[in-house]
T-cell receptor, first 112, second 115 residues
Framework: DAGVIQSPRHEVTEMGQEVTLRCKPI?????LFWYRQTMMRGLELLIY????????DSGMPEDRFSAKMPNASFSTLKIQPSEPRDSAVYFC??????????FGPGTRLTVT | DAKTTQPPSMDCAEGRAANLPCNHS???????VYWYRQIHSQGPQYIIH???NNETNEMASLIITEDRKSSTLILPHATLRDTAVYYC????????????????FGTGTRLKVLA
């Protein structure tokens, strides 16, 4: 299995632009998680889905952030408009029923 | 806030056992103890988990106290490649209506293995 796949691995964009991060979970995993990691705030959970349904989005910082999971094999995290304070590494993770989370390699986002 | 407390940093000599403690005094009956580590800026890597019995796998051993309020991760023969931040997390294994299914990461323990 290729593991959790994230794209792009690196993204540099200008303030005000729309950013879309993508995640392909491991086949058979029914839960998907989006995290953000910064030096100041550590690893924070943004939102998670179970069977493609958002369960808890209390970690989404503001309305500029949105996440979707149209099917079991794909999820997106969108930031519109982006701001410099959104610069961080964004991780996606998936989890099978009763199992542990498997993390992707992350997307390093830089907003200038 | 994280439901676990860990020391911020530890050193260990290469080849020696590394014992990483974790306090989770408010753990619920349906919550497991999970351990992950993060090397540099890679995604966190699963190490081991347990409910109440001690567990061992090819990477580590997990010792959980009888009252389940604390645990210790043991790396039996630490190598330089084990230098990482180690996170202890409590979470249910299944999504339930009575508990949160998410991981809440604290600040972890930064383990440095010394040559």
């Amino acid at each position: 299995d290729a593991g959790v796949i994230q794209s792009p691995r690196h993204e540099v964009t200008e303030m005000g632009q729309e950013v879309t991060l993508r995640c392909k979970p491991i086949s058979g995993h029914n839960s998907l998680f989006w995290y953000r990691q910064t030096m100041m705030r550590g690893l924070e959970l943004l939102i998670y889905f179970n069977n493609n349904v958002p369960i808890d989005d209390s970690g989404m910082p503001e309305d500029r952030f949105s996440a979707k999971m149209p099917n079991a094999s794909f999820s997106t995290l969108k930031i519109q408009p982006s701001e410099p304070r959104d610069s961080a590494v964004y991780f996606c993770a998936s989890r099978p029923p009763g199992g542990e989370q498997y993390f992707g390699p992350g997307t390093r986002l830089t907003v200038t | 806030d994280a439901k676990t407390t860990q020391p911020p940093s530890m050193d260990c000599a290469e080849g020696r056992a590394a014992n990483l403690p974790c306090n989770h005094s408010t753990i619920s009956g349906n919550e497991y103890v999970y351990w992950y580590r993060q090397i540099h800026s890679q995604g966190p890597q699963y190490i081991i988990h347990g409910l109440k019995n001690n567990e061992t796998n090819e990477m580590a051993s997990l010792i959980i106290t009888e009252d389940r309020k604390s645990s210790t991760l043991i790396l039996p023969h630490a190598t330089l490649r084990d230098t990482a931040v180690y996170y202890c997390i409590v979470s249910p294994a299944f999504l339930t209506t009575s508990g949160t299914y998410k991981y809440i990461f604290g600040t972890g323990t930064r383990l440095k293995v010394l040559a």
